[in-house]
């Protein structure tokens, strides 16, 4: 059922593949597979990677809980021009993923980053932190809001069962599980048609919303930034919970190796993507407010419902829908993703050979998908799972900023290597200094939690030298690993 997947050569001045130290080979080789191997498709075309992006970005957070913003913000005028700013923060990020992208053509995302920039150590500890905590975590998290969305229109008058949302977000997650397990093709056609789904749930907020502005509905604009003045703290977690929003225009990255023409193509999804959500998510923001006060607008639970039941009435049912399948797109976008971040991983030898196995007909990495089921469903029933996320949020920061530091680094390092696409200087230097900023407010203003999700991330260490560096491992321990 299985075939080992093809290993691309090693360039020369590079990592050398299998070495008892844990080196590894080459992220930047161009060449092709071997002969004979069987090797994942190219099937991810300029639309699909328009749609793994916009997919994996907008979850439920935009139209459930805005309020974060607006909250440490303290007006209105505030809050509009943090989401802008975040926007063009997000943006520079991932035209620094996208000069990467294109001259480092092999997938893995920010481990692969990491490891061709400061070496195998750090892109271990990445990969072990997204494997065991984050990302199960991160997926059983947008399930669960998922799972209570697809369940609202039956509940309108009573209380979602706690059993019921988590019944029916197991199903979802095992469906995602089938689906990236079954067919790129399926996975990439679905992701497609939710992505043009939260297009429409964000037009339905924003046509509205623009009509307002038409007939005058504009009085929360009025002394727009006037009000509670911000702390000093307040702009700064203002700007996390605006970043985490837009978080996701990494992923195209994860799957370079299945892009068609990766040096076109992933500059252009990226930017086209970045520009779609920016204006998405500041428009839509701007529609609420025609309609919704700012107090109004913090005492709500479901912003999106809140306003669609003002201005649509028996429609605005449609809306939990419409976010059920944001956040399906949401989990479908990130297992696609992160499963090749762990196909990698495996294939240079830093986790069980198994995950880097590919299905001899579906040429999917069905077991780097499967790994997370189990682990999701652990998550699911038994974590504190915003706890988790809390523990590690800073994490997913510090190794982002680790990547953009390392294309400056490798700027200087690796002068010659081709780069079809750069970005100017400052844009690097810019993102990264803003991700180290908020890895230091999260240990400024959380010390507890970050300081365990710091504490967690450090077990990769032992574990590096453990599983990877120490040569005379018993037969046992080696089959376990499947050496």
């Not at 001259?103 to 893995?108: A, D, E, H, L, R």
């Not at 702390?231 to 605006?242: C, D, E, I, N, Q």
């Not at 050979?353 to 999701?376: D, F, G, N, Y």
Request: with cysteine.
């Amino acid at each position: 059922m299985f075939r080992k997947a093809a290993v691309p050569a090693v360039s020369n001045g590079s990592y050398l593949q299998g070495q008892a130290n844990g080196k590894l080979s080459s992220m930047d080789s161009g060449q092709p597979a071997q002969e004979g191997k069987v090797v994942l498709k190219k099937k991810v075309t300029l639309l699909r990677g328009i749609s793994i992006i916009i997919g994996t970005i907008i979850g439920a957070g935009i139209f459930i809980s805005p309020k974060g913003i607006l909250k440490n913000t303290g007006s209105v005028g505030m809050s509009l021009t943090v989401w802008t700013v975040c926007g063009i923060l997000s943006l520079f990020g991932a035209l620094c993923y996208a000069e990467l992208g294109t001259c480092i053509k092999k997938s893995g995302g920010h481990y692969t980053y990491i490891l061709e920039a400061f070496g195998p150590l750090p892109a271990f500890v990445r990969v072990w932190v997204e494997l065991l905590i984050i990302r199960p975590a991160a997926t059983a998290v947008i399930s669960l809001a998922f799972g209570r969305y697809i369940l609202e229109p039956f509940f309108m008058q009573c209380e979602i069962p706690e059993v019921a949302i988590k019944l029916i977000t197991a199903v979802g997650i095992t469906l995602v599980m089938v689906l990236n397990s079954t067919s790129v093709s399926w996975s990439a056609r679905i992701q497609m048609f939710l992505t043009f789904c939260k297009l429409v749930a964000i037009l339905i907020i924003v046509v509205p919303g623009v009509i307002q502005l038409i007939k005058g509905e504009t009085q929360h604009f009025r002394n727009a930034f006037a009000g509670n003045d911000a702390s000093v703290m307040g702009l700064p977690l203002a700007f996390y919970s605006g970043m985490y929003a837009y978080s996701g225009w990494f992923y195209l990255n994860f799957v370079t190796e299945e892009v068609e023409n990766p040096e076109k193509n992933i500059p252009l999804a990226i930017c086209i993507s970045m520009i779609i959500v920016t204006v998405g998510y500041v428009l839509t923001n701007v529609a609420y407010f025609t309609t919704i006060s700012a107090g109004e607008l913090l005492l709500s639970k479901a912003v999106a419902v809140t306003f669609a039941e003002r201005l649509m009435g028996n429609f605005s049912l449609a809306v939990p829908v419409f976010v059920a399948l944001s956040c399906f797109g949401s989990m479908n976008g990130g297992i696609f993703a992160v499963s090749r971040m762990f196909f990698v991983a495996s294939r240079e030898g830093h986790l069980p050979e198994i995950l880097s196995m590919i299905h001899v007909r579906k040429h999917t990495p069905l077991p780097a998908v499967i790994v997370l089921h189990p682990l999701t469903m652990i998550m699911l029933f038994n974590g504190d799972l915003y706890s988790l996320l809390n523990f590690l949020s800073f994490a997913r920061w510090l190794f982002i900023g680790l990547v953009v530091a390392g294309l400056i680094y490798l700027r200087y390092k690796r002068p010659d290597m081709p780069r079809p696409f750069k970005v100017p200087l400052f844009i690097p230097a810019l993102f990264s200094f803003t991700c180290l900023f908020m890895v230091a407010l999260s240990l400024y203003s959380d010390p507890v939690n970050t300081g365990i999700g710091f504490a967690i991330t450090l077990t990769g260490i032992p574990a590096y030298y453990l599983f990877i560096v120490w040569d005379n491992k018993p037969k046992w321990f080696r089959k376990l690993l499947g050496k």
